[in-house]
């Protein structure tokens, strides 16, 4: 793990973090009870939420293993959770390498558990916020060839940074990174397919001192521009990579999708 120019490990205990919260609403212990008062606010869908985002990383992540992808940047990483996305691409890539990023310090206290590659491949940690892509970007080059195809991978990232710090922007600039063959891997909360719910966790989070941006398919589609959608497009986290065979997937208020950077 690089840990140049990393800042001090300190927590603040005071305030929730989103990285905590999601950690809770997974059944994870990692949390503190300012986050766990944020959770325990929230409707019972938001629990389903965190469960249906991660099965999407899981599914997408192998997809793109399937397909030679051997290179992730995965910002907004979380708490380590078994099993995390380099466990998931090494079993089917050996030799791919994962850079790690989120903001909270709390992860960067776990990250030796997202560094545990496989023998052929590589995993890094950077703590960064991507609201300094830059910053990121040069980290990740250290690691990542960008002469080569990357996944840029932002699960229930982009809800937690709002249009007043331009949002589409940063994805736009990392993207613009990115060479032929790419591809970007989002989800995001909706605020258009259950508005009341949409309505209630954003105020919620609210009081815990978290600004959310749920936005509509239109302005998550905004974040595909210029891309190559790959099937079934920008659909809910239970319906991406879900085979024709299987049940009806349930309800979703996340849309996901995964594009090809052309």
Known sequence: MTTDSLPPLEIDTSKAHPARVYDWLLGGKDNYPVDEAVGQRLPAEARDAARQNRQFMHRAAAWLAGQGIDQFLDIGTGIPTQPNLHQIVQEIVPTAKVVYTDNDPIVLRHAEALLISSDEGVTDYIQA?????????????????????????????????????DAHGIVRNLIATLPTGSHLVLSHAASDLYPELAAQVTAEYAKGGIQLGFRTRPEVERFFDGLDLVPPGLVTATEWGVSGTDAVPEGSGIYAAVARVP
Not at 133 to 161: G, K, Q
Request: hydrophobic fraction near 45%; charged fraction near 30%.
């Open 129 to 165: 916020d991507v609201r300094e892509p830059e910053s990121i970007v040069r980290h990740a080059r250290r690691i990542l060839d960008f002469d080569r195809p990357i996944a840029l991978s932002l699960i229930a990232l982009m809800h937690f940074v709002t249009d007043e710090q």
